[in-house]
């Protein structure tokens, strides 16, 4: 059923012809009302096809930096040759004669703005309904399909409203004041790891991390370590585990507090109450869905943080990660997975933390990792505010003891890059600090 044989029942589709006669109203008789509502409105917004003639025109002169008022408006409908189509110029009189001030336009046009998003809600669900009636063979991606018309239309939804700077800098000027009542404390969420929190004064919510590594080198079990470390500091913890089920992610929880071997644990011959009790009650949330979509997990993510904030997001590993729809290549599949990521941390508040592989380039080097090496495009660089690389060297490490791991902060939109280094006990799966002190930079 279409937006026009809905119309045609006893359920009318919702517009407000007097909200649209008053913003168009508004246009005509102040020549600065457009600027109040030009990031607001588009055309398809109004219901009534003369409104948008009438608007459309209104936009063409805005952007040529032409005079709004019924005449310019009038000679370009009629050099549109649409003139009669909206109204006439009796019409545009009436528009102008039935508004004596342009004071209300921002109120109407919020009405205007709220109407066509309640008939795009209904040309979503219509398109619901009929790939339902379709009988779909796929249930899971006409679900997927769903929730991304759903998703997308709340993401348009969100108008994004301009700043005046004083505010800011009002915001900033308390942040400073507490950082100086707090000189000792990270800005951000700690890692846990001193190295990494030297360089990046813990992690700043809305920014996307990516943690990249050759296979083996150990970025799985450091990213387990920084999301069990925030969670001991109560930041509630959302992983999306694409490569290992929940009783191996659990298994290597109870290794980071045990003295106990990560194989014993896993196999049952050991049983760990006290490290079972440590993870007892943490803000720690799990999903192990093997080849979870992007916009599936945009859902999961969305309705976790309708319960409780959600703090950090963990994404094991984003190569794993499907799109869903029908990109030509890798590359723009994994540009789309950085972009929504982005996106949803910028619009969750959370901070995101993607595992990526590295090209087989890094460890042919035998040195520091380039961020030209990360695994399938350049948008990993791009859209990431923080790039960790990790790689180990080559000399052989003696039995028994723990291997030397390198780091570098690759990338830092906000905050130096550099390098440092970590210890890896391999049987617990475990990362730990060389120095156990807290002053001074990284060994």
Sequence with gaps: MTLATAAATDRRVPFDEAAEQHVLGCLLTDRDAIFKIADLLRVDDFYLARHQRVYAAA?????????????????????????????????????????????????????????????????????????????PTDIPLALDRAEQRLFALRDESANAQLRHITATLQTNYEHLTERM??????????????????????FTTGDLIVLAARPSVGKTSLALGMAYNMARRGHRVLLFSLEMDAKQIVSRFLALNSRMDLLALRTGN????????????????????P??????????????????????????????????GEDENRVQEIATIT?????????????????SQL?????????????????????????????????????????????????????????????????????????????????????
């Design 59 to 135: 936009q063409a002169l805005l952007e040529r930096r032409e005079r709004i008022d019924p005449i310019t408006i009038q000679v370009e409908l009629a050099r549109r040759e649409e003139l009669d189509r909206a109204g006439g110029q009796a019409y545009l009189r009436s528009l102008a004669d039935g508004v004596p001030t342009a004071v209300e336009i921002e109120r109407h046009a919020h009405v205007v703005r709220d109407r066509a998003i309640l008939r795009r809600l209904l040309g979503a669900a219509t398109a619901i309904a009929a790939d339902a009636y379709d009988e």
């Design 181 to 202: 009542e707090r000189p000792f404390d990270l800005s951000g969420i700690p890692s846990g790891f001193r190295e990494l929190d030297y360089y990046t004064e813990g």
């Design 270 to 289: 050991i049983i760990d109450t006290d490290a079972a009790a440590a993870l007892h009650g943490l803000p720690i949330l799990i999903d192990d869905t």
């Design 291 to 324: 080849g979870i979509s992007i916009m599936e997990l945009r859902t999961k993510a969305r309705r976790a943080s309708t319960h409780e904030k959600v703090d950090v997001i963990v994404v094991d590993y984003l190569q794993l990660v499907r799109t869903g």
């Design 339 to 355: 972009r929504n990521l982005k996106a949803l941390a910028r619009e969750l508040d959370v901070v995101i933390i993607g595992l």
């Design 359 to 443: 090209s087989r380039a890094a460890g042919d080097a035998g040195g520091e990792p380039k961020l030209s090496t990360l695994r399938e495009g350049g948008s990993l660089e791009q859209d990431s505010d923080l790039v960790v690389m990790l790689w180990r060297d080559r000399e052989e490490t003696p039995a028994g003891a723990p291997r030397l791991i390198n780091g570098s902060i690759a990338k830092n939109r906000n905050g130096p890059t550099g390098i440092f280094q970590l210890l890896f006990e391999s049987e617990q799966a475990r990362f730990f600090s060389k120095a156990q002190d807290d002053a001074g930079p990284p060994v």
